[in-house]
């Protein structure tokens, strides 16, 4: 496999902010809520930290998305992500949204049918006009940062990253975070980092890569393969919040920490509930974690029966007894 010549950094400037890390949480609707971030802030001080995907038109309009802004002073450097298809509303979005963001970022790449229908996400990359447009007006309507996620194209027969990313440069976007699959891949298949790489070749702005980045040894074998400035963390945290402190320190000084062991990795589950349950209340607390039981629980001895039983706790001391029970029998 083909690497690129390039060497690791302990920071990333964008747009004139200077980052003491190159890792960064990939935004994630329904997942990288304010909770979380602040749970994976308790194990790297220096990560960009991503907000969910927010509405531009549930900024207008003031509508249940509001929540999504939710944030504390400690997940600082922190990246608000806005989604749409109209210019002038993203541009007000935009605003409302500067004055708690580090970075604004705009999502051109998320797959969700749902998203897709309305022109959003993903869509953006088979109108480049309208893209460039956006981006724009964007960019002139705040005075920080604003960088553009995107993928690698609509799907295998029409992949134009590279197109993209020249036209996302000329239009003003201070970095782009690239997610090496196409839009009909959704999550599925494997990521392609040689595109990456094309990416980085083709521009001068930071490319921050994304895709299939569950541990340090990967992250640093696609960084090696791309040769982009930083790479982008999702799905790889759920169940293991500590997973880009690790990145970090392997990067940064080649030490590779071990995986939590199942004690330590349901004591930080424990952590994240409880921060759930204060902020949502108990009930909306434990419903919320629901989706995140089973990453904890991956691997243990009777998961399945664990994950059965946890999706229906109702209370805190439910879900303590079930950890307690799988520690017993590990």
Not at 9 to 32: E, F, H, Q, W
Not at 49 to 63: F, I, Q
Not at 131 to 151: D, E, G, H, L
Not at 169 to 191: F, K
């Amino acid at each position: 496999m083909q690497t690129q010549n390039f060497q690791i950094l302990r920071s990333l400037t964008i747009g004139g902010k200077r980052l003491d890390s190159c890792v960064v949480l990939a935004p994630m609707a329904g997942i990288t809520d304010t909770v979380l971030r602040q749970v994976v802030r308790m194990h790297s001080k220096n990560c960009l930290l991503m907000s969910e995907m927010v509405s531009s038109e549930a900024l207008k309009h003031n509508k249940k998305e509001q929540y999504i802004l939710d944030h504390v002073r400690q997940e600082f450097p922190l990246s608000f992500q806005i989604s749409g298809h109209k210019p002038d509303i993203l541009a007000e979005g935009a605003r409302k949204l500067e004055e708690m963001a580090t970075f604004i970022d705009i999502n051109m790449g998320c797959p969700a049918p749902k998203i897709i229908k309305n022109f959003d996400g993903a869509r953006l990359m088979t109108d480049l006009a309208l893209a460039s447009q956006i981006i724009t007006v964007v960019k002139q309507a705040v005075n920080i940062p604003v960088t553009v996620k995107c993928r690698l194209g609509w799907d295998h027969n029409s992949k134009n990253h590279v197109e993209f990313a020249k036209m996302a440069e000329e239009s003003g976007a201070d970095a782009l975070i690239v997610h090496a699959r196409t839009r009909s891949q959704m999550y599925s298949g494997r990521a392609d980092w040689q595109a990456i790489a094309e990416v980085k070749q083709a521009v001068n702005i930071p490319v921050i890569g994304n895709g299939d980045i569950n541990s340090p040894e990967k992250a640093l074998e696609y960084m090696q393969i791309s040769g982009c400035d930083a790479i982008a963390v999702g799905r790889g945290i759920l169940g293991d919040p500590g997973l880009i402190a690790r990145i970090e320190k392997y990067l940064f000084t080649g030490e590779l920490e071990p995986l939590p062991d199942i004690k330590t990795r349901l004591e930080i589950a424990m952590v994240h509930i409880q921060k759930e349950v204060d902020y949502r209340g108990e009930d909306g607390g434990i419903r919320y974690m629901r989706k995140f039981f089973a990453h904890y629980v991956r691997n243990v001895r009777n998961a399945c029966k664990h994950r059965f039983d946890l999706v229906r706790c109702s209370t805190l001391r439910e879900v303590k007894e079930i950890f307690d029970r799988i520690l017993d029998i590990q």
